[in-house]
């Protein structure tokens, strides 16, 4: 055989395992998720899914029941409203301005307070008030509300709890060494049965 065909058919040879090559299927690399191609687990496909919407349960705020929630569970003696009650607390009084009532803003104002509210509590009163989320939102309710706030008077708070206003602004003050050492000799009001628990 002469050259020139020789080299035409290891040509057309070369040109044809090439092609079947080409058609192949590549071999799977068993080390390919190791070396940084990522195959999500269920887990992860179901955090990339967009979150589910949540039913949310919201109280339906009463102010009339707030203005009585206030008076009875002796909000009254640390927070003043239309002029009645203590200052060893901000003040609960409506904002012209709002519209609006968010119990869960208000929540929100009464947990940054806590510490504080709850030592306020437990010195003045012998026990940490107990709130529900109903009277949270009743609470919310009336400290939006002008026109329940103007139903606020000194003469619809019991005696008992005017002689406990509480004039000092402790919110303001970081000292409360003598505040607590006189809140040790006010007796406890869940121990009198005049005054509402």
């Known amino acids: 055989m002469n050259k020139p065909i020789l080299s035409g058919m290891l040509g057309a040879a070369i040109l044809v395992l090439g092609a079947c090559a080409k058609e192949k299927e590549p071999e799977p690399n068993p080390g390919a998720q190791e070396q940084g191609a990522f195959q999500p687990d269920e887990m992860h496909r179901k955090l990339a ?9 919201m109280p339906e705020p009463n102010a009339r029941r707030g203005r009585i929630i ?38 929100a104002r009464m ?31 009336f400290a939006a509300s002008a026109d329940e706030q103007a139903l606020l008077t000194l003469e619809s708070v019991p005696v008992e709890l005017r002689d406990w206003f509480i004039n000092e602004r402790y919110w303001e ?20 049965e005049n005054l509402p628990h």
């Open 111 to 141: 947990w940054r307070g806590a510490t504080a509210m709850t030592a306020l509590q437990s010195v003045e009163l012998g026990y940490v008030i107990d709130l529900d989320a109903q009277d949270i939102a009743d609470l919310a309710a």
């Open 70 to 107: 206030f008076v009875t569970r002796a909000c009254v003696i640390c927070h003043e409203v239309n002029g009645v009650g203590g200052k060893a607390a901000p003040s609960l009084g409506a904002r012209p301005s709002q519209a609006t009532v968010n119990p869960l803003e208000f929540s």
């Open 173 to 192: 003050n970081e000292d409360w060494a003598d505040y607590l050492a006189r809140g040790a000799r006010i007796p406890k009001m869940q121990d009198d």
């Open 49 to 57: 899914e967009p979150p589910l919407a949540m039913p949310v349960e």
